[in-house]
């Protein structure tokens, strides 16, 4: 395997992180909530996407949609309540409860959908694009460009709509965005549920590449947390970057002689603790 | 846009000005948990052929055995925790990593330099407690998330390299020489869960402890009052480190098998912390009642098929439930100053909700 084609197959998988990554950021910047349910929630959307093609063959990225609504609504009513009653608790409060949630979702999802592997087939996920030397999967290509529309209507929404107006000054300063007249229950909700729906997104876009269990959804968590950090919380050109950086670091660390694919974790997380300790507000982030 | 954490109104509960009232309390919790220490001293010794022989009913089987030596173990880590996190108020979420090399120390140190296991139980003291201090310079210059991520971020790296070095055994882990004996781990457990305590009781009445909790309370306000932050931090990690090894060392000969999956299970670290939070954190027993507790319904229900996974949601909605409306942990409440009524429900909903 070459350089080149390490890096744009990096580029490739940063789409999906970066999809990972807007919802949980959004959360944890607005509602200083870091939400251990978010891989959960990916995980939904993972089940929608596979529930719509295997029942009504409908397409994984024309279902996105569905996604959208199905998780944005679960996000909505989770926020308004449960989450909700603990905003302004210790984060060691919102840790354990999201936790709470995460256990329970985890085991729904194995109750209803059992164990086993459900994969989404679709007829052009073998099918790759080459471009020179180089092959690149249809699947991660369409991933990488939703992930990035997404990361434009999140932009939109935050810095051209109302809403996104109410969401961001709550996110600076409650009490005075309340003062204004903002509803801060409902701005919760409504940030919340946009949240879950970027990991409705994310978890349609991982279907079309990996079996999808109950469990699966735990590792996202966890990269989430890393992809957030990397970039910088709080903004969604932070995250974009912040995604693709990983997606790169992820692939190269895997290729680099005496390393393998072992070492996947220990080196996304020693870059993690690398930042944390040289740029704590990440690298595009806004000195905290 | 990340706000700093707000300090938490119930952890005062911890260092509470002592009322008469709640001086009776302590003397009564004190008799009650002496008594419950004699009899968990001497309960399982029913178990002995000497006393199976001279005809003594049997009160304990393997079983309990098995519970109680985990809970116990629950008890340790969870008060090891207490220490960083309730205390000094960094939430570690990677302590899992000390009971980690403080499994594998012993693990090492019997298998491949032949050391009796009561010499590599100091192993798996020391191990984790130098690591803590070397990786706590840079680690405990962060704050909030920050520190919980990159704490559990180490915690997964270190069970990585682990995993991949022959040293280590590699991916198929090390098998030790057995050493069969229920009473043996069960007394090393509970021994070691005292000292947690002990050492939690200890601490806080001291400069040591005063100084975690103006660092937890506020760090900058404690500089200036001159306390060594760095330092007192350092030390606090540390001790939670060696206190954790000492429950995996134990951990370690008890399961005569270690490998990733055993020693850095991040389960382990998230279930600790969910002890002492409802058992009350920054407090002597609520790590204690809360791994108590928790461990107990965890053991209980823990069923095959569909039952445990209808228990696992059933423990998510409990903990949820429990941090709405309990969010003092269980030791505040039972602290006799409010019963469950519904002004109780709403006061603390009033102190933690919108």
Known sequence: ?288 | MAAQPEPDAGQEAAFAVATPAAARRERILLVVAAVALVLLVVVPLTSTDQAQSAGLPLLVDRYWFRVATIVAMFVVISAAWNLIGGLAGYPAFGNVVYFGIGAYAVALLVTRYHWSFAAALAGSVVAPAAFAGLIGVPLLRLRGHYFAVASLGVAVAVGEVINNLDYFGGASGIFMPIVRSDLLFYYLMLGAALLAVAITWVVLRTRFGYGLIAIREDESAAAVMGVNTTVYKIAAYALSAALTGLAGGIYAQWNVFVNQDVAFNIDVSIDSILMALIGGIGTIWGPVLGAVVLEFLIQTFSGRGDLAVVTQIGLGLLLTVAVIFLPRGVVDFLGGRSSLTLAYVRRTLRSSGV
């Not at chain 1, 349910?37 to 949609?65: C, E, Q, R």
């Not at chain 1, 007249?181 to 990996?210: E, H, K, M, N």
């Open chain 1, 1 to 288: 395997m070459n350089w080149g084609e390490q890096v744009v197959l990096g580029l490739l998988l940063g789409g999906v992180y970066v999809a990972v990554g807007l919802g949980f950021s959004l959360v944890w910047g607005v509602l200083n909530i870091v939400n251990l349910a978010y891989g959960a929630m990916v995980m939904i959307g993972g089940y929608v996407t596979w529930l719509l093609f295997t029942h009504t063959g409908i397409d994984p990225f024309l279902g996105i949609p569905v996604n959208v609504v199905v998780l944005f609504a679960i996000g909505y009513a989770l926020q308004y309540v449960v989450v909700n009653r603990v905003v302004r608790a210790p984060f060691l409060y919102t840790f354990l409860i999201t936790f709470g949630l995460d256990l329970v979702i985890v085991n729904a999802l194995l109750l209803i959908f059992k164990p086993d592997f459900r994969s989404v087939t679709t007829w052009y996920s073998g099918a790759a694009l080459s471009v020179g030397p180089i092959l690149v999967p249809y699947i991660r290509l369409w991933s990488l460009l939703v992930a990035w529309a997404l990361a434009a209507v999140m932009w939109w929404i935050l810095n051209r709509t109302r809403t996104g107006d109410a969401i961001q000054a709550v996110g600076s300063d409650r009490d005075a965005a309340q003062l204004v007249g903002v509803s801060l229950s409902r701005t919760y909700a409504l940030t919340f549920g946009l949240g879950a729906a970027c990991a409705g997104v994310a978890g349609a876009l991982i279907a079309t590449y990996q079996a999808i269990t109950p469990t699966a959804g735990e590792p996202y968590t966890l990269q989430a947390f890393v992809v957030v950090i990397l970039g910088g919380l709080g903004r969604v050109s932070a995250t974009v970057v912040g995604g693709m950086l990983f997606g790169l670091v992820q692939v190269l660390a895997q290729s680099a002689p005496h390393l393998g694919a072992g070492y996947q974790n220990a080196i996304a997380f020693g870059v993690l603790v690398l930042v944390l300790l040289l740029r704590p507000q990440g690298l595009l982030g806004r000195a905290v």
